[in-house]
């Protein structure tokens, strides 16, 4: 998703995948890309064009 080529995002996806391997969780990359796309797509259905690193994070917990 081109949203996602924002400076800063690819550092959230690290940590969302760094998190998820700490807490030994199956297939952390997996659901890492998962988690970091379903928060993307809820901020695009936000008719929003671009959006900031902090974006994602805010969204996270409405993901999991």
């Known amino acids: 998703n081109s949203i996602l080529?924002?400076?800063?995002?690819g550092d959230i996806?690290?940590?969302?995948?760094?998190s998820l391997l700490s807490q030994k969780?199956?297939?952390p990359?997996?659901?890492g890309?998962?988690?970091?796309t379903l928060c993307?797509?809820?901020i695009l259905k936000r008719?929003?064009?671009?959006?900031?690193?902090?974006?994602?994070?805010k969204e996270i917990s409405?993901?999991?």
């Open 5 to 9: 080529s924002t400076g800063g995002t």
């Open 13 to 18: 996806l690290s940590g969302i995948i760094g």
């Open 25 to 27: 969780i199956s297939f």
């Open 29 to 31: 990359e997996l659901k």
């Open 33 to 36: 890309v998962l988690i970091h």
């Open 40 to 42: 993307a797509q809820n």
């Open 47 to 57: 008719n929003r064009k671009t959006i900031l690193a902090s974006d994602l994070i």
């Open 62 to 64: 409405s993901i999991i």
